[in-house]
Nanobody, 129 residues
Framework: QVQPEESGGGLVQAGGSLRLSCAASGRTFSSYTLGWFRRAPGKEREFVATVSWTGSTTAYADSVKGRFTISRDNAKNTVYLQMNSLKPEDTAVYYC??????????????????????WGQGTQVTVSS
């Protein structure tokens, strides 16, 4: 099985940028759909972005569309989340998740927590106003 591991979190001022990385250990990421989720204090974990296992399709939460970009580099076994124009409401623990791509998944880009089997421990992102 694959074990995602996030890095790149930190403290940034509003309007700034951060790039999160998620590397895989155990197995290659190439046959997995990959996603980013986040949990803000006092809230449930929510979908942020996902990229299909083919790499050809992405999907974003409305709250981050146009500001965040998800990408994957299968050669490096890594998925990234580039976050620009950060806002205080983006403050959260960010989680990387992986889903085994099924034969008929195609470019499926799931948004629900329970569609992903493997999760990282999370990385804290704090945006100050």
């Amino acid at each position: 099985q694959v074990q995602p591991e996030e890095s790149g979190g930190g403290l940034v001022q509003a309007g700034g940028s951060l790039r999160l990385s998620c590397a895989a250990s155990g197995r290659t990421f190439s046959s997995y759909t990959l996603g980013w989720f986040r949990r803000a204090p006092g809230k449930e974990r929510e979908f942020v972005a996902t990229v299909s296992w083919t790499g050809s399709t992405t999907a974003y939460a409305d709250s981050v569309k146009g500001r965040f970009t998800i990408s994957r580099d299968n050669a490096k076994n890594t998925v990234y989340l580039q976050m620009n124009s950060l806002k205080p409401e983006d403050t959260a623990v960010y989680y990387c998740a992986a889903r085994v791509a099924l034969l008929d998944d195609g470019d499926y880009t799931p948004r629900a927590n329970d569609e992903y089997e493997y999760w990282g421990q999370g990385t804290q992102v704090t945006v100050s106003s």
